[in-house]
Every structure is written in C-alpha cells, then in structure tokens.
C-alpha cells in the first residue's frame, strides 16, 4: 500500500504550527466535536504561549530540543507504509494496533473481538462510536501540564483506545505499533488511553520503530493516558527502536487508584533524540508502581529518562530501577522525581539508576530527587556510573572468553538484569531481543 | 546610667554630612564611624578608605560593585528550594564599627540570663561565656593573654594568621595573588555583593612544609563576637602543609543584621591539607520564624597541587536561612575533597546546603556524608553536584545523604546532580529518608530515657560519622547543640 | 614432563613486591599444594598465573607446556588449558551461568580446531557433573553467583572446572568458607579429575583440605618465594609448628 507523502512547508515559528493545525484541522478525528475542536484550540494557544521547551527549564536541564526548531516537522498529511519490515513485537497478541505516521493502518493490524467488556479500537473510531466516553478519558488527563503534551492534545492523528470494564482481564498483550515512514521532517503525534476497571488486567506494549535501515529524521509525539481503577492491574512496556536520525518524544501519565499496580518498562535504542517521560500519581492508598527502564545510546544518540511519582496517599510503594549503557559519544539522561506529600505516611519508595559507560566521550547525567513533606517513611535512591566491572571482565577472560565477547556478556547481563527483575517470561524475551539487536548493530556496524 | 551619649549627637552630624555629600563622591574626615545604611559607589569607597586600604583593591571592590549592579538587573537567583521576603539592600548597614566598651556589659549579670542557660547546655567555661556575651575586653584579662601567647607562638613558626584587614596591610602581595582566585568577583550573586563591601574576616597562610601545631579553633572562639556580615576568609597552605581551621561557635549568636553573605576561599597546593570546620548557630528566628539571620554563604576550596586536600565539616543549626554549599574544585593529580554535614532545621527554618564536586583531573577522589534532620515545620534540603570531566581518569566519588525527619510537617529533600564524562570514574551516590524509628526510641525509653532525651541520643547515632570529623573540644559541644536544636520537636 | 615451570618469578602489585623470586617445577600428573601465612604471596601467584591486570611481572620466568605463559592475554591462557578457581568468584547479574559457561566451553573447543558443542551436548555434559556435584538444576539458568553462599560459589568453581577440561588447575583456598559437607564434595569433585595429563597446584592455608585432596608434593611460600618443599607429611609438621618456624628460611626449592 502506498500514499504520497506531502508535508506541509513550514518555517519554524510558532505561526508555523497554527498555519498547519488550520491546513490539517478538516481530517483530524473527531472533526466538529465541539468539545474536542476547544480542546485542540486551547491546547495550540498554550503551546505557542510557552514555546518548545528549552535549557533554561530546570526539567530539560540536560537534554536540548533545539532539533525540533532545526527541522520545519509539519505534521504529516498522508502517510507512505513502510518497508521493510522491522519487527514488531511478540507474535501472540490479543489485538494489534498498526500506525504509521500516526494513521492507522487498518491492512496490517488485527483486531478481533475479545469478549464482552474488552474494547480495543482506534481513538478515531472511537470518538465516532463513544465520543462522550472520550470526552470523560481526555478531559481528565487535560491536566497533563508541558508544552509538548498541548502539543500533541492539538493536533493528535490518532492512537488506541484500549478499555476493559471491571473483571475483566486479557490473557495476551495487546500490541501498539507506531511505525515511521519515509516521510522526510514529518510529525506525527498520538494519543493512546488504556483505562482498566475495579480488578481488570491487562499488558499493553507500545513500540515506536522505523523500517529497518531508515535514515529518516521524523519527530514523533506520543501521549499515553493511564487510569487504573481499584485493584486493577496494567503491565506498560514501552519500546523506542527508531531509525538514527528521529526524534521522539513519549509520555505516560497514569493515575493509580486503592490497590491497583502499574509495571512500567522503557526502553530506547534508538533515535538521534529520544526522552521518555513517565507521570505517575496515586489517587489513593496501597497503589504500586514499578518503574523499570534501560537506554542504550552509542553514536551521537541522546537518550532521556524522566520520571515524576506522586505520593499524594498513604501506603503507596515505588519501585524504579533505570540502567544506560552508552558508547560513543552518547549522552544517558536519568532524571527521576520522588514527591511524598505529608499525609503519605507508610509511603515506600526506592529508586536505583546505574550508568555504564563505554568509550572516552560517552556522557552519563543522573538527577534523582527527592521531595519529602511526611515522617513515616521509607525512601531511597541510589545512582552509580561506571565502566564495565574489571573483576567480571576478568572473570569471564580467565575461563577462556575472549576480551570482545566478555565485554558483550557484561553489557548484556547488565541490561538482561534489569529486564529479568522486571519479569513477566512473553514480555522478557521480547525485550531481550531488542537489547540483542542493538548489541548486534553496535558491534558490527560502523559507528564513531 | 544616663549620660549624654557622644556617640548619637556625631551620629545625627554625619547623617546630615553624608546625605549631601553623596553628590560629590567621597565623605572625609569623620569622628564617628558609622555611616547611614544604603549602598553605593561612595559607601564602598569609605570602607574601603575607612581601612585606610590600597588602591587596587578598593578597583576590585569597586569592580564588583558594577558587575553586581547588573545582576541586580536579573534578580535574585530563585532556584534554591527557600523562600523569603526580598531583600531591600538600601536598608543594609554596610559599615558598622566595632561596639565600644561602654555599651558593652560589665559582667555576666548584665547578660540575657536566656543565653546564659544556652551556655550552661552547652557546658561553655564561664570565662569564654564572659568573651562570647561581648563582656568588655578589660574585665576578662586572661582572654587577651590568651590569645596574644598564641599569637606570637604561630608567628615564629611563620605562620601568618591575622584579621583579613591586617593582612592587606602586612601581606598586601599575598592577598593580592590569591584574593578571588578561588571564588571570582562575578562568580553569584552574594559573592559578587560580598566582593564589594566585605568587612573583615580571617587570612591564613601556613608555609612550605608546615604542620600547624594548634587548630585555628580556640584562638578564633575568642574573636568569634566580632565576626562581621559580609565576612571575607582566605587560607593558603603551602606545599607539604597543614591547617585545621574551626570557624563559628555553637552558642547561639545574635546579630542586628540580617544578612550575612561570607565569602571563604581556601587553596591548598602540593601534598598540602586544609580542614576547615564550621560550627554555625545564627540566631534561627522566633517560633514564627521572625527575625533570623540568614546565611548565604560561598565557600570554595581549590587543591592546586598534586595530593592536595580540603575537607569541609560543617554543623549547621542555626539561622532562618542556610544556602551554602561548600565545595572543592580537584585541579590537579592525586587531589581528595571531602565534604561532610549535619544540618539540622526546626520550627520555620529552611536549609538548602550541599557541596560541589567537580573532578578535573586524573586520580582524584571525593567523599560526600551529608545528614539531614528536619523537625517542626522546616524545610531542609541536600543539594550537590559531583561532576567528572573527560580528563579526570580514575575519578573515585562515594556520596551518602541520609534525611531524618521528625514529625508530620517538615520536609527533607535530596537534588543531586550526577554528571560523568569519563568511564574510567566510578560514581556512588546513596541516599536515604526516613523518621526515627519507633523501636529505637522505644528501646531508649523502656531505658529509662525521656523522648527528647531518647530524641538526641538517636540523632547523634544518625550524625555519628560526621560528628567525628570535627575538632575533638568542638564534638562534644556540638553534640549538645544538636539535642538543643531539636528541643520542643517531640511530644 | 613439566606441565609448569616457575623460574625466579618476581611480581609487584601496587607498587609493593610480593613475589620475590619464586622457583616452582610442577610435573604432568602430580598434585601440587602450597601452603604458606597470610600475605606469603599466594593469591599473587594465583593471579600472575592467570594474567590479572594490576600485577606487574618484574623478572623470571613461566613456562607452560614448554611456551612463554607470561606473553599470552588472560583469555589466552584459558583457552591454552589453565583454570584458576577464584578464592572469591565474582557476582555477574543478568549472565545465566549456562550461557557463559557454554561461550567459555566453546572458545576453548574453537582455539583447539574442534567443533563447538550445540545447546543439547552443552546441557548433557552439565547435567552429568550438576549431579556429581550434588547441585540443582535450575542452577544453569541462575545469573552467575549472585547471591550464591560462598559454599555454593566454591561448588560452582569445580563445576566450571570439570566442564572446561582444563591441564593446570590452580585452586585459591578453595576450602575458605566451607562446612565438612561441602568440603567433602568439593574435595571429590578435585580428584575426580586427577589424570596423567593433568596438573593442579591447590593454594591452602590450611592442612584441612590436604586430608581430603592427598597431594604429591608441599611447597612452604613465605615471604614471596617457596622456602620449603617436601612430602605430604610437611603438612603435619606445619601443623605442629605453624609457618614461623619456616619464615626466614630461604631455599633453592
């Protein structure tokens, strides 16, 4: 399937953007929902009112967007189906989600019907279908503050609705696939909401990849709106292969009622840019979150992690473990904020980051941070940056493994932890293999 | 005792003198040593002319001042987690003389018997109670001999240790090498202001191969009632050399001034160590937090030379407002900075303290053991920064910062920022928070101990590692200071 | 033939010479302990021999086999056929012991021109010795070491060691840690891979372990060289006398 691509010209000012949101406003979803028309407008204004986030901001400290002002990234109209094929995540699925561009691509995904209070469908659909219910989903997450989610509240394409009523549960994992086209300096922006009932489960994963060998240098948005009700229980794995010339910017923002567990797990290989953030806050007591997340840059690859808790609620616990291998001349980026408010009393909350670098010119930035208004707790942090363990090396040399497989042992290992802690056997193997490609590419490849 | 007071008539004088004066420059030729408050270009050129100092310093004063004016342009900096009222620098006393023996007490009866209690707390001997309550100098004779034995002994080892105004004058060529070459004129806000109208403050030069023989503790306590606001210390260890320097007092110390912003600058060059402890218990400011000091503070060490070493202790009590953060630029090969703290904050204080670490050359390693307690209502913050350049191979840094937090309505917070450039460094930072646990004070308790008893033993435990890095007649006062600190924060 | 020999070996570690001017024959076949006080220089040896960085070789020779071991990197020597099992292993997180024993089993087999073992043989050949060793399966799939007791640690050693096959085996206080139980195992774990064409230098502080693995030969290391050798019944005599007796003398070997 092929469709011409036509990306907007475009300068870089703000005025640039409102030029494309009129162009591209009559194929938006949603289009004459009232509501939804207010909603992209206010969240244009707010966009063009704060500007594209910059250094000065203590939250983008470390991490420059000064790419996305170099390229004119209009949103793109049309998108062109890529090819080859990168991989796209564990052959079982319950349902899959194709998107390129942000458009749905209805040829390569498959969406069966998986039984009564389960929906998985495109926002689109269901803005036609259940407007009212996504008015409810949008609203709420309305709140989601920073420019670049106004951004995407604007002009969102499209995205995945996935909704389980209370009870139910999904044995597989539902399977999003935001795939890059040839589309030279396009945007895309999505927006995904997963909403679970009182004690319904399920696992999502989300990847954003480009056909393999692509050169393209495309900005891609994402927003992702959680809300878990009592005891429900969601396992989030989010996974950004994009090609070395994208940028890409993602966020969660999940709020976790009494009971329920949200296991979140990030990882970036790819990307000239790429920041992931995730926002989570508890709206009630005994909630948990598992944050876990790994980066492997090499090249000139920035790789940005940012993670906000919120303890506003007694007897929550957090559990964050990042890890970031870089070579090159890549940059890591971990920045994780822990905020206990004084009533969290009983809050446990532990955070861990370990950075291990390669080569002479890799940079490693960590940043975890504490915000602490409540006695009766528990809380810690621990960041370390290093090279490879000598001792480990040498263990692995003096049983005959040669100094280059040692090394790629260790780095494996020292990622294949992280992913074995966070557990869950579909999801593990299917990390593992991303975490296998970027090794092969590494250490094959041309890379400075 | 109602005698004509000469100095309140000079006082109006110089007020009607100076105020049409200030059109044209300079004010001369004054009895009195006050000046009205305000700042200015002229005010500078009285102290400085006041001190009766050389040209190219009051250039560098002044030098400041400008570059100052401008950052008043861009505000106040804000990025600190505390919050106060602005400051008006128009209504700031910037020279004060030191207070005449008149208005000075007599003897201890005349003295706050409030501050006497402290004393007793803090089991301060009564004749250095009578030095620290600004008991007029002539009463307390053996003080004087005290310190000029000192003073004598030191200088035949040619060590030079003198008020920072005296060294001007006798060292002119040592202040002028080394004055802002550590922290430079433009290098913060406060700094920069403190470049500008800096009053006095301690210099310290300790010669090739010299091993201090006593600690710059006792001798400073003595002098510690006349530490000004805008305090300016430099120290110098030659190669091979070793100071231990205490600055500060527990006893509670009042001031009229609000804000004090010192500036301390130590360089230590080959195989040299420098140790400087700081002791600080600025008046915190009534239960409402009305009328504290605060205490904005630049300090900076440089190890220079090959092996050198600074080490930053720091007990931190007192004032409404605490921003300081030590830190140790490690310039060259083999360098050791260490930096280790207790802060304590109750009622409304607010600390936002930490260090920097900035590794920029091979082999160097750094310590970091902060401890937070915050208690009542405070705020108390960790800030640090350990940073590794490309060229320091083999970088070592270990950081710990451990937050205590007593009772419901105090906050503890933990911002570091890690930043590596080099693989060969290994970087590990820990950090923890939590409240006292309810079986150790139970345990205390089922021991017979009260809760703020129980309360003090427990967060000395806490404080342990870095209460042993003070000078030893300083631990145990501290140590007291800290079960003080907290008085009223449990029960 | 001499499997090893050790000719005036002098070895630094930090700038401080540990090794001063050890002599050291070990013929094929024969088992070999040294014995000596804390700081004598035996986990240097262990390291010198297994090519660690950190340890600075000032003057003498080894030769393996008839060649130059000193030239060869430390993967090198592995691959040559020597095994040192560590007094401490170290944890590796995140690498299953199956996979790096099978990558260490198969780049000695590709350094010797033979065909590497596929995921089946590998697991045959595992189970066989797991069950020797009176070690539990799922044991494969466990990230090395971590969080194994030192007794497990010290199983793992020989595990690897009877996979790899290998014609020295240096063993550095295998015995430290160790309760009666795990000693036994340990022990027979050694000596069931006693042969002619093999040779195993075991470093111990004590005589304990030598009850169990009977060596051929006991060298005294003090001070950085070998100032006594002798039979077996040297043991006995260290036993009575401690290594005091023995420190200040200086032999030939």
New interface residues.
Partial sequence: MTMTVTPTETTTTGDAHLEAFDALAPELPGRGLEWLDTLRHDALRRFEDAGIPHRGL?DWKFTSLGALDKHAFAPVRTATAADPRPEFGPVDCAARLVFVDGRFDAQESDLPDLGPGITVNTLAAALQETPELIKGLLSRAGGAAGALSDLNAAFMADGAVVRLDAGAKLDQPVSLVFLGSNAEDGASHVRNLITLGAGAEAQVIESHVDPNGSQTAAFSNAVTDVGLAETAALTHIRVQELGPNAVHTARAVVEIAQDARYESFALATGAALSRQESDVTFTSLNGSARLFGAYLGRGHQHLDHTTRVDHAHPGCTTEELFKGVLDDRAHGVFQGLVRVA??A?GTDARQKNQ?L???????????????????????????????L????L??????????A??RR??I?????????RFGGDAVVQFLKDCVVRWQDQTDGGDHV | MSTPDPMRDTMDEVRTLTEADYKFGFVTNLNADTIPKGLSEDVIRLISSKKDEPAWLLEWRLESYAKWLDMQDQGEPT?AKISHPPIDFQDIRYYSAPKSDDDKPKSLDEVDPEILETYEKLGIPLKEQEVLAGVAVDAVFDSISVATTYKAKLAELGIIFCSFSEAVHDHPELVRKYLGAVVPQADNFYACLNSAVFSDGSFVFIPEGMRCPMELSTYFRINAAETGQFERTLIVAAPGSYVSYLEGCTAPMRDENQLHAAVVELIALEDAEIKYSTVQNWYPGDAEGIGGIYNFVTKRGACRGRNAKISWTQVETGSAITWKYPSVILEAEGAVGEFYSVAVTNNLQQADTGTKMIHLAPNTSSTIISKGISAGRSQNTYRGLVR?N?KADNARNYTQCD?L???????????????????????????????ISDDQMFYCQSRGLEAEDAVSLIVNGFCKEVMQKLPMEFAVEAQKLLGISLEGSVG | MNILEIRNLHAKVDGTDILKGLNLTLPAGEVHAIMGPNGSGKSTLSYVL????GYEVTDGDVIYRGKDLLAL???Q???AGI??A?QY??E????ANA???K??VN??LR?RGEPELDAMDFLKRAKGHLAELDMDQDFLSR??NVGFSGGEKKRNEVF?MAM?VPTLAVLDETDSGLDIDALRIVANGVNRLRATNRSMLVITHYQRLLEHIVPDRIHVLADGCIVRSGGKELALELEEKGYAAFTGEKSAA
């Fill in positions: 203590e004084p009533k009393i950075a670098l390669l080569s002479d010119h890799a940079v490693a930035d960590t940043k975890p941070e504490l915000e602490i208004l409540a006695d009766d707790v528990k809380c810690a942090h621990g960041a370390t940056v290093g090279d363990d000598t001792d480990g040498f263990y692995l040399m003096a049983r005959g493994i040669s100094k497989e040692a042992l260790l494996g290992g020292f990622i294949g932890d992280v992913i074995d | 990025w590794v490309p937050s937090l007593i009772g419901e309505e105090c906050g503890g917070h933990t911002v570091p920022y890690i930043q590596v450039r080099n693989r060969t460094a290994k970087v590990e930072h820990e950090a923890t928070a939590s409240k | 297994a090519g660690r960085d990197a430390p993967d020597r592995a691959q095994f040192l560590f292993p170290v590796i997180p995140g690498v996979v790096f024993l990558a260490a780049a000695q350094a990230p090395i690897q790899l």
